[in-house]
């Protein structure tokens, strides 16, 4: 597809569940992110990709929260023994250079 | 600590006006701003972007002002129109093509036909 496209859209976590979330980047762009935005607050940098090395984690609020690049494309962002706490809408982003491209987000809901 | 703030949390504009969203920073060393603007179970769309070699720059209704010293920017829509009507998110980066971006809480501007 044309941008960049995250799956699922919503899931609904019991909590001390595993989640994993995905994103499709634009193809050929070289930088990936990865947001979390909570409810009436803008993203907040989790985690940054140059092709498949992770470059930047500082934004990681857990060791319970892992992503992984591992082809350069496609990543997965996972959370372990997700906490109430977890729940936002995580955003995924690519770029080539300059401006970075969101996709939709998936929303995430830890009960 | 926020480093980049909105404090305007929402903003109404009749259509046609001008509409002027405001962005304050604190980290000196941001060199890259950029708006970004969202609507409802979207992500955001990026909408302009300004160096800070610059101190305007314009894109069709959209232009963005830069004042390094005061470190403010804005971005102004002229004429506003309803399908503006969307969250607008300042953000900032230490430098162009940065792996971080900074952003505001955002303003929901919303423009009345």
């Known amino acids: 597809g044309a941008g960049v496209s995250q799956s699922p859209r919503y899931k609904v976590a019991k909590r001390g569940q595993d989640v994993a979330l995905r994103c499709d980047p634009i193809?050929?762009?070289?930088?990936l992110f990865w947001y979390q935005q909570a409810l009436g607050q803008g993203p907040e940098f989790l985690t940054y990709?140059?092709?498949?090395?992770?470059?930047?984690k500082s934004g990681l609020p857990s060791d319970r929260f892992f992503a992984e690049r591992p082809e350069g494309s496609v990543s997965t962002l996972k959370i372990q023994r997700t906490q109430q706490e977890d729940s936002a809408v995580y955003l995924c982003?690519?770029?080539?250079?300059?401006?970075?491209?969101f996709g939709q987000g998936t929303r995430l809901t830890v009960v | 600590d926020q480093q980049v703030k909105q404090n305007s949390p929402s903003l109404s504009v009749q259509e046609g006006r001008i509409s002027i969203l405001n962005c304050d920073y604190t980290n000196s060393m941001f060199d890259y701003f950029l708006w970004y603007k969202k609507y409802p179970a979207e992500g955001p769309t990026f909408l302009i972007s300004i160096s800070s070699i610059k101190d305007k720059n314009e894109d069709g209704r959209f232009t963005v002002f830069l004042n390094k010293s005061a470190k403010h920017l804005s971005l102004h829509i002229v004429p506003s129109q309803p399908g503006d009507s969307a969250v607008y998110f300042c953000a900032a980066s230490p430098q162009t093509g940065a792996n971080n971006l900074f952003f505001g809480t955002g303003t929901r501007l919303t423009v009345i036909p």
């Open positions: 193809s050929g762009h070289v930088s």
């Open positions: 990709f140059q092709n498949e090395a992770q470059l930047d």
């Open positions: 982003a690519s770029s080539l250079r300059g401006e970075a491209f």
